[in-house]
T-cell receptor, first 112, second 112 residues
Framework: EDQVTQSPEALRLQEGESSSLNCSYT??????LFWYRQDPGKGPEFLFT???AGEEKEKERLKATLTKKESFLHITAPKPEDSATYLC?????????????FGKGTKLSVKP | EPEVTQTPSHQVTQMGQEVILRCVPI?????FYWYRQILGQKVEFLVS????????KSEIFDDQFSVERPDGSNFTLKIRSTKLEDSAMYFC??????????FGSGTRLTVV
């Protein structure tokens, strides 16, 4: 069964304290792995798509990496405005368009 | 930046009533989706829609649910005879092709 597990469930950082969020996945052939940011009461906001092991993408203080079993979202020198829940989702190869399988997310709090 | 618009933002309905949730996807997108998120749980796939028909649906999307693209711009989710367990955030999303889904801000459905 296709599955996504994110850790930790919650992470508290001081402003400027870099860290990483983990997304482990099992899927019957990966079409793509997605990272989203979700603020309370809002919809997921697209951050990155990764397609193959070894791929990396960066956006401001965020960097996403992908291996055959997991993905990391590295946050460098975070600011309070980076506080949100970060969601990881996978799309399996062979399925029709759609059907992202989400993890439960990591709730990040960055204190000034 | 183009966005997916959902209305209403909050809907309260009595158990057994029918509700229609509305979405305006991004205009040049071809694929449309509904997801839901029960409070404190994962985002779950409901249905994908392409070329005026359902392309994939989950086990959640039973005969109680239906989708429609009535006029070339709107995309609706109808829930017949709502149950208490249908209470959730419902997210519409759209994409041009695989990857980079854009989600709306969601409709919070409360069934009382």
């Amino acid at each position: 069964e296709d599955q996504v597990t994110q850790s930790p469930e919650a992470l508290r950082l001081q402003e400027g304290e870099s860290s990483s969020l983990n997304c482990s996945y099992t899927v019957s052939g990966l079409r793509g792995l997605f990272w989203y940011r979700q603020d309370p009461g809002k919809g997921p906001e697209f951050l990155f798509t990764l397609y193959s092991a070894g791929e990396e993408k960066e956006k401001e203080r965020l960097k996403a990496t992908l291996t055959k079993k997991e993905s990391f979202l590295h946050i460098t020198a975070p600011k309070p405005e980076d506080s949100a829940t970060y969601l990881c989702a996978v799309q399996a190869r062979g399925g029709s368009q759609g059907n992202l399988i989400f993890g439960k997310g990591t709730k990040l709090s960055v204190k000034p | 930046e183009p966005e997916v618009t959902q209305t209403p933002s909050h809907q309260v309905t009595q158990m057994g009533q029918e509700v229609i949730l509305r979405c305006v996807p991004i205009s040049n997108h071809l694929y449309f989706y509904w997801y839901r998120q029960i409070l404190g749980q994962k985002v779950e796939f409901l249905v994908s829609f392409y070329n005026n028909e359902i392309s994939e649906k989950s086990e959640i999307f039973d005969d109680q649910f239906s989708v429609e693209r009535p006029d070339g711009s709107n995309f609706t989710l109808k829930i017949r005879s709502t149950k208490l367990e249908d209470s959730a955030m419902y997210f519409c999303a759209s994409s041009e092709r695989s990857g980079g889904y854009t989600f709306g801000s969601g409709t919070r459905l409360t069934v009382v």
